[in-house]
């Protein structure tokens, strides 16, 4: 290591930390007491060590309020949503990638033109199709229009199709049928790709506003970043500031301890989503 | 292999394609398709949300008007010179394509790109009311320039910050993989904590950076309600929260420049700056360009750092297409007009997918 490099690190970290600044700051004025942060945000340090500290804001949290509900429906939109399209994903892109069937080209050419229609376009139309049949206000209308996104069977069309080709051909020699093939031998092998897959929708799926916003009107429905929306226009009014800036870290947790946990498959599936989405 | 004996069903090819393929045409057809087309159908009719609602029969065709009250007017009349400010840039960008062109600095597709960008830079901006004249939607295309503008900051923004971390952080030491991993943070949250954090970070009251404004004895800016520093602080807020992504795809760019090149670059004696600027650059122009469509792609459906920030505000300068398509749909009840609008987002941003797609493909070659 030259010296020069040590002189690299020192010079980026300053910027990292700046970088971080925002996000140390909402930790830490979630851990301050609300009538201080009334007069001042900035009582230790600009206000990013928190001191005078209290767990109230997170107390308050759980005791009332609606975030824990929130939470809970965020968790299951999320969960369900990433399960459904990997379902749906799995089967689909084995198909398109290893079997043959008539119309094969043009179904994979309407697949790849839904790539090209962003949510923007389809959310009015949706809206009135889920009033139509009464499905708004549920979770699985926050859960269906994105499994319809092509995006998670060309992730798993690119994968099976990289996969050599003896290794199904020798099951096919035994005799085994094209549903044992994909269920045995081919979806063990996917599990890296599924694992990607899972998680840019699970990150999608927590993340996302707009939807959310337009199809759950009733707080009961809402999802941790809608009910976050919906509480941050007022927060120094009704909440305290703490609380909201807790409700944010909540909100953060799960896909924050997602990212370092799994940090190499989070970057790895939003750049495929950045990519290909 | 004696699991499999007793499942053995004697199913053809073409009925297991059918059997998995089934699942995910079903929902596509009924939950991406048809909506698309509805989507469609709508902004040809006149569609009040709460009328309709009641009503089924409450609505009623008119053609393409919904389109003509969005973008169209009375009296409208072009001139080369009417918004000078854009068409000047339209003009630079048509000279920009030519001279990249034939100098060999951007492919094909690249330069035909920039020059069919900056042609409707320079052609659209010239459409103006004439005497008497006016638009139907004063509002829509001050909206679109606003998106465009959002566009036009963050993306360079993004891209030569992403860019220069990247260089930077390049190499598989700890300490860097730890900094990359500070500055992808950010990325993985959503547009609502984001924008929490950010309105309080800008707030003059209790805001960090009014804090430090005072600390240093200057008067607290009202970063989310002047109408200057508006879109500067969405544009701040975004360039914090997407950076990540765009840093990732210049790693994998940096990272596929061959080695040997460094190397004979540094018996040259360019290192550092030198080799970023004579070997790094000229290597990225794949990577850069896909990084800019993509960051196009993803900032021209900006919502909810101005639904959530500024409201649209002050006075409409950081109003953006698809919050204005949202309030159009959901606050004015007129689906008809907000379909109009859907379709031409959906043609601008369909527009620079092919674009991505025909990228992606030549990158393959």
Same mark, same amino acid.
């Given at each position: ?8 690190? *020192? ?19 979630? *851990? ?16 990013? =060590? ?13 005791? *009332? ?17 990433? @399960? ?23 179904? =994979? ?14 959310? =009015? ?60 031998? /081919? ?13 840019? +929708? ?19 429905? *809402? ?17 305290? @500031?703490?609380?909201? /800036? ?32 | ?10 199913? +053809? ?12 045409? +079903? ?72 001279? @990249? ?99 309080? /970070? ?21 970063? @989310? ?141």
């Amino acid at each position: 290591m030259t010296r020069g490099y040590y002189w690299l690190i *020192f010079g980026l970290s300053i910027p990292a930390f700046i970088w971080l600044v925002p996000t140390i700051w909402m930790v830490s004025l979630s *851990f301050q007491p609300n009538d201080l942060l009334a007069r001042t945000t900035s009582s230790t340090a600009l206000g990013l =060590i928190p001191f005078p500290f209290t767990p109230d804001n997170y107390i308050a949290l759980f005791r *009332f309020g609606q975030v824990p509900m929130w939470f809970l429906n965020s968790l299951i939109v999320s969960v369900g949503m990433t @399960l459904a399209v990997l379902a749906v994903s799995t089967t689909a892109g084995y198909a398109l990638a290893r079997l043959d069937f008539p119309f094969k080209t043009p179904i =994979i050419i309407l697949c790849l033109m839904g790539l090209m229609v962003p949510e923007q376009a389809v959310f =009015i139309p949706l809206y009135t199709m889920f009033s139509d049949w009464g499905w708004h206000n549920s979770h699985h209308a926050l859960i269906l229009p994105r499994v319809a996104v092509p995006i998670g069977v060309f992730l798993m069309m690119q994968f099976f199709k990289a996969i050599p080709k003896d290794i199904e051909e020798a099951a096919r020699i035994d005799g085994v049928g094209w549903l044992q093939i994909f269920w045995y031998v /081919m979806l063990p092998l996917a599990r890296p790709a599924m694992m990607t897959l899972a998680i840019l +929708t699970f990150l999608y799926a927590w993340n996302d506003y707009l939807w959310p916003l337009v199809s759950a009107q009733q707080r009961e429905y *809402f999802t941790i970043t809608l009910g976050l929306a919906s509480i941050q226009s007022n927060f120094a009014q009704a909440e305290g @500031l703490g609380r909201v /800036m807790a409700s944010g870290v909540i909100a953060s947790l799960p896909v924050v301890v997602l990212f370092l946990i799994f940090q190499r498959y989070v970057v790895r599936a939003m750049t495929a989503g950045g990519t290909k989405g | 292999m004696t699991r499999y004996q007793g499942t053995r069903l004697a199913l +053809t090819q073409r009925q297991a394609a059918a059997i998995l393929l089934l699942p995910f045409l +079903t929902v596509y057809a009924v939950f991406l398709v048809y909506p698309f087309f509805k989507g469609v159908w709508i902004s040809l009719h006149d569609w009040n949300l709460m009328a309709v609602a009641f009503n089924p029969d409450a609505k009623s065709y008119v053609g393409l008007s919904n389109y003509e009250r969005v973008m169209w007017g009375s009296n409208i009349t072009w001139g080369a010179w009417a918004s000078p400010g854009y068409q000047f840039f339209g003009l630079l960008g048509l000279g920009t394509s030519v001279l @990249l062109y034939r100098t060999g600095r951007a492919g094909k597709v690249t330069a035909l790109a920039i020059g069919i960008a900056s042609l409707l830079l320079f052609v659209l901006p010239g459409f103006h009311p004439g005497e008497d004249g006016r638009w139907y939607d004063r509002r829509f295309w001050p909206t679109v320039g606003n998106t465009i503008l959002f566009v036009g900051l963050a993306v360079p923004g993004v891209t030569i910050t992403a860019m220069l971390l990247a260089a930077a952080l390049d190499g598989e030491t700890r300490a860097k993989a730890v900094l990359r991993t500070l500055f992808f943070l950010s990325q993985v949250l959503s547009v609502t904590v984001v924008t929490l954090i950010w309105q309080i /970070m800008f707030s003059p009251r209790q805001g960090l950076i009014a804090n430090v404004t005072e600390l240093v004895g200057g008067s607290p800016i009202v970063w @989310l309600t002047a109408e200057g520093f508006a879109m500067a602080s969405i544009v701040i807020a975004t360039i914090w929260w997407s950076l990540g992504i765009a840093m990732i795809l210049f790693l994998a760019g940096i990272q596929d420049i061959s080695k040997d090149l460094y190397e004979a670059g540094a018996l040259d004696n360019a290192t550092g700056a030198k080799a970023f600027w004579y070997i790094t650059l000229p290597n990225l122009k794949r990577t850069i360009t896909l990084v800019v469509v993509l960051q196009i792609i993803l900032h021209f459906q900006v919502f909810g750092q101005s639904h959530l920030m500024t409201n649209g505000g002050p006075n409409d300068t950081t109003q953006v297409l698809v919050r204005y398509i949202y309030q159009t749909a959901f606050r004015d009840s007129e689906l008809g007009r907000a379909s109009a609008m859907a379709v031409f987002l959906f043609v601008i941003m369909g527009g620079f997918s092919i674009l991505q797609f025909v990228l992606g493909r030549e990158k393959d070659q």
